[in-house]
């Protein structure tokens, strides 16, 4: 990838200037953090991941807050990382951060452009897993996770499946690496 990343400290300068509120800029920063600890794991086990872009694409995942809370901050983020000229993988990685992925049908049903947006690198994953791991500012037990889902969105909802799938992949490559941070 020869793509030319923003630092971090660039990055969280976006956030302020697209007018994102301290609170999103804090919660990004928090999943920022848990990501690049996922994405140093992996790499210590030999994989092949980019924990600078891990690093960057967390911190700029919810930019689209800056004019929305609704699911579409998604596809609002990646209006505002392309004016940005943001390199296409950190435009992915805020493209599909969303639940464990938004396939193609469930696009179209949301008025989105019609397309995938699962996530399918190792950065694009690691970023999303940590975004399911934080609530506000705190680390949650995935559990917790799945039963927001679950009432916010039905327990049949497809995306549960695809969040668990995600949990069932990283698990394994990352492990419990914050079991002191679970204070349930």
Do not use: Q
């Not at 995942?61 to 800056?66: A, E, K, L």
């Not at 995938?116 to 506000?136: C, F, M, N, Q, R």
């Not at 049949?156 to 204070?183: C, K, M, T």
């Amino acid at each position: 990838m020869n793509e030319k990343l923003p630092s971090s400290k660039m990055a969280l300068r976006l956030l302020s200037e697209c007018g994102c509120s301290r609170r999103v800029i804090a919660h990004c920063k928090a999943v920022s953090a848990l990501a690049v600890k996922f994405a140093e794991a992996c790499e210590s086990k030999g994989l092949d991941v980019d924990v600078n872009l891990v690093e960057v694409g967390a911190l700029l995942h919810d930019i689209g807050r800056s004019k929305t809370h609704g699911v579409d901050h998604a596809i609002v983020g990646v209006e505002i990382a392309k004016s940005l000229n943001l390199p296409e993988s950190v435009v992915s990685i805020i493209a599909c951060h969303i639940g464990g992925g938004i396939t193609a049908d469930e696009a179209k049903e949301l008025g989105w452009p019609v397309k995938d947006y699962v996530p399918s690198t190792l950065e694009e994953k690691l970023v999303t897993y940590a975004d399911k791991l934080i609530e506000g500012l705190r680390v949650v037990p995935i559990e917790k996770t799945l039963k927001k889902f679950s009432r916010e969105l039905g327990a049949d909802h497809p995306a549960i499946d695809r969040v668990i799938r995600l949990h069932e992949e990283l698990f394994p490559l990352i492990g419990d690496l914050n079991a002191d941070s679970h204070s349930t």
